[in-house]
């Protein structure tokens, strides 16, 4: 509805008093959302009355009143004088109701939960407004509906802390006020564009959402496959039920073969590959699992991890390290290209042992480092066996509070609980060493880094979680080569160096890197595709009920 509609409709009173006082009126948007065609107005200019100053007061009055349980809101107008940035006739205000109508209508494409901002009631609102007080509401309403979707898809919709308490990591929240500063004297397309992730992954998830939400508009992959194994040689509906469904995620390309053939196996090894196992070409229990996995609940993955691509909307740094835990990798990025990549072991699906997520800074690595053990784990673990024998756990050294070993032999471990122990626990450096030869230290409250260990044959397994929270590293000297490439011309040779002295040495990084440890079940490779995890500790499942909760949905999926 035009805005001359609106006045030959019984505004034009309030309208003229409005615009003679210098708070103009608003563009009313028509109901189609798609089109957000919002009304153009004419400003018109008259004498102020004292009548004049009391719509001012009034409108005034209004906002203050709308804001009143919001203090940013409310400071930023009084900093204003309550001038409208949303509700005037002038090209700018217009320009922000057309960019936010146009940036709300959009929120479904960034798995947001859309009910927040409640476009269509914005614009009954907008449609309905006939006097100065339904103006000032209107104001504050919108400016409401503009800061939610603003934080929501800048830095995420729900809150992380809340979720999981593994899920430590501190979001870079943006001052609310700023968004209504920035908005009032930015163009506020580009104010509205700027807000997602400016991230190659956050576009290509958003990518793959779109093209899962045409998969289940057209009925998904097609049947699954009943099986508990398939290998090269075999033949029948089984077989073609995973044919089909590798060519409908792509990985085939289209043949009416009924045989598992060199192919088929290449295209379970692609499937194998972009799902983070081992690929053998053979379609086991683990691959066909991941085969039945349907598109709803590949959204569901891609939307977890588009908002946790928001609770990372911050610089990563030039150089930083990589670790995603259910990747089981750790890589180091320079310039946003990986430069570096070796296998992980990560912490186990236990309470107190899941790794944590959160990002720090690595300021230096140990080599030849002594092994401190941590107390829930001398508590835990080492005090029962020293219980039962004192001469247990030998390759530990144990030290009272002041560092002074003590003798076994004197110490009646059965006084002691996991509450009551008094003492240290200690593996001095050597080539069995928990920790390896080698630790890379980013100091956090969570006492997490990334190191070396003598045991290799956990990174031959699939799934490499068995550590007690701390990130082990497959090839930890070449990650330490890499690291000291920056600031040593010949890093191998240095290291090695201090190495054979056997002595513990502390190596300062001269920059120090961002590490930044993740949890992506969905996540984009070097080629730019998609590809999907595991949960390994249900974090994502939790995500994705707060996100339901809080009212995102899947395109034509209930729940």
């Given at each position: 509805?035009?805005?001359?509609?609106?006045?030959?409709?019984?505004?034009?009173?309030?309208?003229?008093?409005v615009?003679?006082?210098?708070?103009?009126?608003?563009?009313?948007?028509?109901?189609?959302?798609a089109?957000?065609?919002?009304?153009?107005?004419?400003?018109?200019?008259?004498?102020?009355?004292?009548?004049?100053?009391?719509?001012?007061?009034?409108?005034r009055?209004?906002?203050?009143?709308?804001?009143?349980?919001?203090?940013?809101?409310?400071?930023?107008?009084?900093?204003?004088?309550?001038?409208?940035?949303?509700?005037?006739?002038?090209?700018?205000?217009?320009?922000r109701?057309?960019?936010?109508?146009?940036?709300?209508?959009?929120?479904?494409?960034?798995?947001?939960?859309v009910a927040?901002?409640?476009?269509?009631?914005l614009?009954?609102?907008?449609?309905?407004?006939?006097?100065?007080?339904?103006?000032?509401?209107?104001?504050?309403?919108i400016?409401?509906?503009?800061?939610?979707?603003?934080?929501?898809?800048?830095?995420?919709?729900?809150?992380?802390?809340?979720?999981?308490?593994?899920?430590?990591?501190?979001?870079?929240?943006?001052?609310?006020?700023?968004?209504?500063?920035?908005?009032?004297?930015?163009?506020?397309?580009?104010?509205?564009?700027?807000?997602?992730?400016?991230?190659?992954?956050?576009?290509?998830?958003?990518a793959?959402?779109?093209?899962?939400?045409?998969?289940?508009?057209?009925?998904?992959?097609?049947?699954?496959?009943?099986?508990?194994?398939?290998?090269?040689?075999?033949?029948?509906?089984?077989?073609?039920?995973?044919?089909?469904?590798?060519?409908?995620?792509?990985?085939?390309?289209?043949?009416?073969?009924?045989?598992?053939?060199?192919?088929?196996?290449?295209?379970?090894?692609?499937?194998?590959?972009?799902?983070?196992?081992?690929?053998?070409?053979?379609?086991?229990?683990?691959?066909?699992?991941?085969?039945?996995?349907?598109?709803?609940?590949?959204?569901?993955?891609?939307?977890?991890?588009?908002?946790?691509?928001?609770?990372?909307?911050?610089?990563?740094?030039?150089?930083?390290?990589?670790?995603?835990?259910?990747?089981?990798?750790?890589?180091?990025?320079?310039?946003?290209?990986?430069?570096?990549?070796?296998?992980?072991?990560?912490?186990?699906?236990?309470?107190?042992?899941?790794?944590?997520?959160?990002?720090?800074?690595?300021?230096?690595?140990?080599?030849?480092?002594?092994?401190?053990?941590?107390?829930?784990?001398?508590?835990?673990?080492?005090?029962?066996k020293?219980?039962?024998?004192?001469?247990?756990?030998?390759?530990?050294i144990?030290?009272?509070?002041?560092?002074?070993?003590?003798?076994?032999?004197?110490?009646?471990?059965?006084?002691?609980?996991?509450?009551?122990?008094?003492?240290?626990?200690?593996?001095?450096?050597?080539?069995?060493?928990?920790?390896?030869?080698?630790?890379?230290?980013?100091?956090?409250?969570?006492?997490?880094?990334?190191?070396?260990?003598?045991?290799?044959?956990?990174?031959?397994?699939?799934?490499?979680?068995?550590?007690?929270?701390?990130i082990?590293?497959?090839?930890?000297?070449?990650?330490?080569?890499a690291?000291?490439?920056?600031?040593?011309?010949?890093?191998?040779?240095?290291?090695?160096?201090?190495?054979?002295?056997?002595?513990?040495?502390?190596?300062?990084?001269?920059?120090?890197?961002?590490?930044?440890?993740?949890?992506?079940?969905?996540?984009?490779?070097?080629?730019?595709?998609?590809?999907?995890?595991?949960?390994?500790?249900?974090?994502?499942?939790?995500?994705?009920?707060?996100?339901?909760?809080?009212?995102v949905?899947?395109?034509?999926?209930?729940?």
């Amino acid at each position: 509805m035009r805005w001359q509609q609106w006045l030959r409709r019984g505004g034009a009173a309030v309208a003229a008093l409005v615009w003679a006082a210098g708070v103009p009126q608003p563009g009313l948007a028509q109901s189609n959302l798609a089109q957000s065609n919002l009304a153009q107005s004419n400003l018109a200019q008259s004498n102020l009355s004292q009548s004049d100053l009391s719509q001012v007061t009034a409108f005034r009055q209004a906002v203050a009143e709308a804001a009143a349980d919001d203090a940013d809101i409310a400071a930023f107008y009084r900093a204003t004088g309550y001038q409208p940035i949303w509700t005037g006739g002038d090209a700018d205000d217009l320009d922000r109701r057309r960019a936010l109508v146009a940036a709300l209508d959009q929120a479904p494409a960034h798995g947001l939960p859309v009910a927040r901002y409640d476009l269509p009631g914005l614009m009954a609102s907008m449609k309905a407004a006939r006097s100065i007080r339904d103006l000032g509401k209107l104001e504050v309403r919108i400016a409401r509906a503009f800061l939610q979707y603003a934080r929501d898809v800048q830095t995420g919709a729900v809150i992380p802390s809340r979720i999981d308490p593994g899920i430590v990591r501190e979001v870079p929240y943006r001052d609310r006020a700023s968004y209504l500063r920035l908005i009032a004297s930015e163009d506020p397309f580009d104010v509205f564009a700027a807000l997602p992730p400016e991230t190659v992954e956050y576009r290509a998830l958003m990518a793959q959402k779109m093209r899962l939400e045409q998969t289940i508009a057209e009925g998904g992959w097609g049947p699954s496959v009943a099986a508990s194994k398939l290998k090269p040689g075999d033949s029948g509906p089984q077989v073609v039920a995973l044919r089909n469904r590798l060519i409908a995620m792509g990985f085939l390309p289209r043949n009416a073969r009924m045989d598992y053939d060199l192919a088929l196996q290449a295209a379970v090894q692609s499937f194998q590959l972009a799902h983070g196992l081992e690929p053998d070409g053979v379609a086991g229990e683990s691959t066909i699992a991941e085969v039945n996995v349907d598109p709803e609940a590949r959204m569901r993955s891609i939307i977890v991890a588009m908002e946790r691509e928001r609770w990372l909307n911050r610089e990563r740094g030039e150089r930083h390290i990589l670790v995603n835990l259910v990747d089981f990798h750790a890589r180091i990025i320079d310039n946003g290209h990986e430069t570096f990549r070796t296998r992980s072991v990560v912490g186990k699906n236990v309470p107190d042992q899941r790794t944590p997520e959160f990002s720090d800074v690595m300021e230096h690595m140990v080599i030849n480092p002594s092994w401190f053990v941590p107390r829930s784990i001398a508590t835990k673990e080492y005090l029962p066996k020293l219980r039962n024998n004192p001469d247990a756990v030998r390759h530990l050294i144990i030290t009272d509070s002041r560092g002074r070993q003590i003798d076994r032999s004197q110490v009646d471990f059965s006084n002691y609980t996991t509450r009551n122990f008094p003492y240290s626990m200690r593996q001095p450096p050597g080539n069995s060493n928990a920790l390896g030869l080698v630790k890379f230290m980013f100091p956090n409250k969570y006492n997490i880094y990334l190191h070396d260990t003598p045991h290799k044959s956990l990174f031959a397994h699939e799934t490499r979680a068995y550590s007690h929270g701390c990130i082990r590293l497959a090839d930890p000297f070449d990650f330490a080569y890499a690291l000291l490439a920056a600031q040593e011309a010949d890093p191998e040779g240095y290291f090695q160096s201090v190495l054979r002295t056997g002595r513990e040495t502390t190596v300062l990084l001269e920059k120090p890197v961002p590490v930044h440890l993740i949890y992506r079940t969905a996540l984009t490779n070097e080629k730019g595709r998609i590809e999907y995890r595991r949960d390994i500790y249900g974090r994502d499942a939790k995500i994705w009920e707060a996100l339901r909760d809080a009212g995102v949905v899947l395109p034509g999926v209930q729940g």
